[in-house]
């Protein structure tokens, strides 16, 4: 199995070479043979990486140890879920799994622009495959999954399986890590094929509105996807490090967070050029940077070069990763510069109070959030290099740089689609935003009352009140003019208005979400904690919250061996829940980890830590939090999923001009083939 | 009509922002240090969030911080005293003096620098060229316009998608 492994791996970098060449010479030759090969050679490619994929799983599900990685990452006694989840959990496995979601965006990519963007296609093909060298020849040579294990004696070299494997990292063992790291490799890969269209884009001086309109849902899945992937990581983080938080501005989840930035500017400044001709040379900027970053956030999670929690695999790959970078920012960076006299904006800007501005406003926050992130994650290594110090940059860094940017942008998010494209009157201004202020200055008034003297948690709050008003007023605008042009009731004209216009209300949906995270990072601000030793009998009281350890038991499983703390809760001397935190030793790793025991209400999450055994006294030490409106966290996450996934239905207008296109576009495939 | 609008919203924006900062000079707490300081037993956290339970530096440090807070020393004396004993790397961001003071000021630059693009790139496209000056077409009647608005908003196309 390694040998079929390894075998269709250099098939797979063989079509990968060939896909680039023909879709090259195809493009070049305007030949569709030629051009039709290369994609081909590309459906290869993902077959054969498949059939690697397929083998690797099948190596560690039956247990072959004798292959290294198998040996390094799982063990007899795993749970069959987590063993599946091992294909990602090593850097060789990682690598593999990242290059086979290329292979399967790449095919899909194909598969439905068979009709469509034919001018293009052979350049995408030649730039997708461009990676897929990269990546398979980096899994075949530097980092192959494949590696069996012998043992050197005098009498030579001998095949070697150890009776078990060292097991999966314990912190990896839990249910959402299965799929977070898949969420956000389809995000970071997924980002390859809006990079691959701008760049046939710009080979071929195809820089009409047809590449930003095929690129734009290319963009929307992968930054949703990638969305999704943080906010479980979040959630793991939270979960399973025991520290009480989901966000800890670790260089890892700063790598993450990038290329999520980035895309939504694009995302945005995209409809400038949808709209008005403008923005163009922008948006290849943006798709540029989108990419690097992308390929720099795995970069950073798979080298090593900074220090974090999340860097579970360190290897020798940093400097080819380097090299391709730099090759990425000069094809893509020369070939922008050799086309700019093609990228000319077809307008001007009417008013600085328009729709357009707002845009533009919203890029420049977001561009530079992504700055001083990138910056600041980056600082350790360049005061290093200059002053021969490692200085640490963490959270209060980033939380006094960003934050204040984070809260601009949240006003923008309600503010921007308030404005007209074009120009925006100060009558609309006001008949606009003058209900939106009121509702949010009654809010900030209440929270003053109420006690709220944090000032971020407060004009976070704040905020989200004109946001939320902002953003539900336009729902209900909307439907209200529906009900009596249409005399439609509420709900069928909030439905009919929302599918006529899927993108504009599902990005509504989207900024609703964003507010409701907001609300949930606004609660950070008033997190309490408290830490003691317990043993039976012994009491805690934290808030409102009184604990009672009821005693600690001791069992294991074939996987590992526990403590659990049995805690009684009560509120407000009401019965309030049990808990049972749990700390962990795993067998095959000989690691200890914490299980954290939460409950989770919409107001606040009580979070309840083992932290271990006092050694002297024998007790318990528990750790507690209160931690509120963390729940809405998870809620805003969902909801702007959500919103992106009615933001990808097509509407009743798009579906229409898509039918009218689509004619179109098979005529001119048909003319092309008869030529 | 404009600039009396803009000036009560900012009266009232400064008045309730100026309120919700006066909160913000709180006296120095373990738990408020504990975040600005690393723990330096290799865990990559803070002090607050290093996972070894019976982590000795985090107990060190501790200790340091209550007697400074006994003594009535604030946030930032403490901070100066712990990177002279520990060295810069104890901090969790980076001190505010000679190289290191750009990693605050560059995000700052970068926001100002981004701005000023925005700026110049507004200006520039607001330029009208005479020929588009002169086909500048009439205005339109409010009436009909808003009637247009209210007619594309019911079918969901309305003028700000």
């Given at each position: ?304 070069i ?72 980056l600082f350790p290594l360049i005061s290093k290099a200059v002053q021969g110090v490692t200085v ?284 | ?98 190289f290191?003071?750009t ?59």
């Amino acid at each position: 199995m390694n040998q079929l492994g390894s075998l269709s791996l250099a098939a797979a970098l063989a079509f990968a070479a060939y896909a680039v060449v023909a879709g090259a010479l195809g493009g070049k030759l305007r030949s569709l043979r030629v051009t039709r090969s290369a994609e081909r050679a590309t459906l290869a490619f993902f077959v054969m990486i498949t059939l690697a994929v397929v083998a690797l799983e099948y190596l560690i599900l039956t247990d072959k140890f004798h292959n290294a990685y198998v040996s390094e990452h799982s063990n007899r006694d795993l749970f069959t879920f987590y063993k599946v989840a091992a294909l990602w959990a090593g850097q060789e496995g990682s690598l593999l799994f990242w290059t086979w979601l290329l292979s399967l965006y790449s095919a899909l990519a194909i598969l439905l622009n068979r009709k469509k963007n034919r001018q293009l296609m052979p350049y995408v093909v030649a730039v997708l495959m461009g990676t897929g060298t990269f990546f398979s020849s980096l899994v075949l040579f530097v980092a192959n999954p494949f590696q069996e294990l012998s043992l050197i004696s005098a009498a030579g070299t001998q095949p070697f399986a150890p009776p078990d494997g060292n097991g999966l990292n314990p912190l990896l063992q839990y249910h959402p890590m299965v799929i977070h790291p898949p969420m956000l490799y389809l995000g970071y890969v997924g980002m390859v094929v809006p990079f691959a269209f701008a760049m046939a884009a710009l080979i071929t001086r195809q820089l009409g509105d047809n590449w930003i309109r095929t690129t734009r849902r290319w963009t929307m899945v992968p930054w949703m996807l990638l969305g999704l992937g943080i906010l479980l990581g979040g959630n793991w983080a939270y979960a399973v490090l025991g520290w009480g938080g989901y966000w800890a501005w670790d260089p890892v989840e700063n790598a993450s967070l990038l290329p999520w930035l980035s895309g939504t500017a694009f995302l945005h400044s995209v409809m400038i050029q949808e709209k008005r001709g403008m923005l163009k040379v922008w948006n290849v900027v943006l798709v540029i940077t989108t990419f690097f970053l992308s390929i720099f956030g795995t970069f950073l999670t798979r080298s090593g070069i900074v220090s974090s929690v999340h860097a579970f695999a360190q290897s020798r790959i940093g400097p080819f990763f380097a090299v391709f970078l730099c090759v990425i920012v000069f094809f893509s960076v020369t070939l922008l510069f050799l086309r700019l006299d093609h990228l000319k904006s077809e307008n001007k800007l009417d008013s600085l109070v328009s729709r357009e501005s707002g845009f533009l406003f919203n890029n420049w926050i977001l561009l530079a959030l992504v700055f001083a992130v990138l910056w600041g994650t980056l600082f350790p290594l360049i005061s290093k290099a200059v002053q021969g110090v490692t200085v640490t940059v963490g959270a209060p860094f980033f939380n006094k740089t960003a934050v204040p940017m984070g809260l601009l942008l949240l006003f923008l998010t309600g503010a921007g689609p308030l404005l007209a494209w074009r120009k925006t009157s100060f009558q609309s201004l006001k008949r606009n935003f003058v209900v939106p202020l009121i509702i949010a200055g009654a809010a900030g008034v209440i929270l003053l009352i109420a006690g709220v003297r944090h000032f971020y948690a407060w004009m976070t709050l704040f905020l989200s009140a004109f946001v939320a008003a902002c953003v539900l007023g336009e729902f209900w605008k909307g439907a209200r003019t529906r009900m009596k042009t249409a005399r439609e009731n509420f709900a069928q004209a909030l439905y009919n208005l929302t599918m006529r216009n899927t993108r504009r209300y599902g990005g509504y949906v989207v900024h609703l979400g964003v507010v409701v995270l907001f609300i949930g990072f606004a609660g950070l601000a008033f997190n309490t904690q408290s830490k003691g030793l317990m043993r039976e009998g012994d009491l805690l009281r934290v808030k409102d919250y009184l604990l009672r350890c009821d005693g600690l038991v001791s069992g294991e499983t074939p996987n590992y061996e526990y403590t659990r703390a049995l805690i009684t809760v009560t509120k407000d001397g009401h019965a309030f829940t049990s808990m049972h935190p749990e700390k962990r030793f795993y067998k095959a790793s000989q690691q200890p980890t914490s299980y954290v025991a939460i409950h989770p209400t919409l107001a606040e999450d009580l979070y309840v830590v083992l932290a271990g055994l006092d050694q002297d006294t024998g007790k318990a030490v528990i750790e507690v939090f209160v931690n509120p409106l963390v729940m809405w966290v998870w809620i805003g996450g969902v909801v702007v999923f959500l919103g992106t996934l009615l933001a990808l239905v097509p509407s009743r207008v798009e579906r229409e001009m898509a039918e009218i296109r689509r004619t179109q576009q098979d005529i001119a495939v048909q003319a092309s083939d008869a030529i | 009509m404009p600039s009396k609008w803009a000036s009560i919203i900012l009266a009232v924006g400064l008045g309730v922002t100026s309120l919700a900062r006066a909160d913000r000079s709180a006296k120095p707490t373990v738990e408020s240090i504990g975040d600005e300081v690393m723990c330096l037993c290799g865990c990559v956290a803070t002090l607050n969030h290093c996972p070894h339970r019976d982590c000795a530096t985090v107990a060190e440090v501790r200790a340091i911080i209550e007697k400074e807070i006994a003594a009535g020393k604030d946030e930032t004396t403490i901070l100066q005293d712990l990177a002279i004993r520990y060295g810069v790397q104890v901090l969790a961001s980076p001190p505010g003096k000679g190289f290191n003071l750009t990693a605050w000021i560059l995000p700052g630059v970068g926001l100002l620098a981004g701005l000023s693009f925005v700026v110049i790139i507004v200006r520039r496209w607001r330029k009208p060229s005479p020929a588009v000056a002169d086909a500048s077409p009439k205005p339109v009647d409010p009436k009909l316009l808003a009637a247009v608005e209210e007619e594309m908003k019911a079918s969901g196309l309305g003028v700000r998608d």
